[in-house]
């Protein structure tokens, strides 16, 4: 399977804990980004990487948020002292180059902060 | 950022019928549209890219209309496995995409 894959598919931590997530793009693919969904709302942008160069990351990635792509290959995201209102699907997504190329998505990794 | 706007539904249509959802968006710069499917707790995955011109994939059909901002969705003859939410994805040219609230679709027997 070469899509994109992330790692782990389930979280579920206690508040004022760390989590890292992990995704894996699809190898050809220069651009990786990071959205969050909540129920009942479509995926909100929180950062994008071109290659290893983070060129944009949205409001919502407060300070407790950060995400690496050291290598430009995979990347990680990390939440430090997690609340509950972290809670939702965080989604991994990698495309080609140009405004024209569309995401491709991987499983999601499922965050529940208790 | 600018917003793109869903009617969020959901439209319950009878197997056979053909149901269009429009989605609006306000940034008139906006370069590249898509149409996602989402399936309940599934990621998004691609059903169509939008071109200038309109295009058609089997019994779904996409239109752009730049003038008024918006762009369509048509499915003709709904099949039971079409029910999903459809997610209207905006390129506003900061190669960032910006994704609407999406319109489920329910189909039934």
């Known amino acids: 399977d070469t899509g994109v894959s992330q790692d782990p598919r389930h979280k579920i931590t206690k508040r004022g804990q760390n989590v890292t997530f992990r995704c894996d793009p699809i190898?050809?693919?220069?651009?990786l980004y990071w959205y969050r969904q909540t129920l009942g709302q479509g995926p909100e942008f929180l950062t994008y990487?071109?290659?290893?160069?983070?060129?944009?990351k949205s409001r919502l990635l407060s300070d407790r948020f950060s995400a690496e792509r050291p290598k430009g290959s995979f990347s990680t995201l990390e939440i430090q002292r997690t609340e509950q209102g972290d809670s939702a699907m965080y989604l991994c997504?990698?495309?080609?180059?140009?405004?024209?190329?569309?995401?491709?998505f991987g499983n999601g990794t499922r965050l529940t902060v208790t | 950022r600018k917003e793109v706007e869903q009617d969020p539904g959901p439209f319950n249509v009878p197997e056979g019928a053909t149901v269009a959802f429009n989605c609006t968006y306000s940034?008139?710069?906006?370069?590249?549209f898509f149409w996602y499917r989402q399936d309940c707790r599934k990621e998004p995955k691609l059903l169509m890219s939008?071109?200038?011109s309109g295009n058609e994939d089997g019994r779904f059909t996409a239109q752009l209309n730049r003038a008024s901002q918006y762009i369509s969705l048509l499915i003709r003859d709904s099949k039971l496995s079409d029910s999903a939410t459809y997610l209207c994805v905006v390129n506003e040219g900061y190669s960032t995409l910006t994704f609407g609230k999406g319109t489920m679709l329910l189909v039934s027997p």
């Open positions: 997504a990698s495309s080609l180059l140009g405004s024209n190329s569309p995401l491709h």
């Open positions: 940034n008139s710069a906006s370069q590249s």
């Open positions: 939008v071109y200038s």
């Open positions: 990487f071109q290659n290893e160069a983070q060129l944009e």
């Open positions: 190898s050809e693919h220069n651009r």
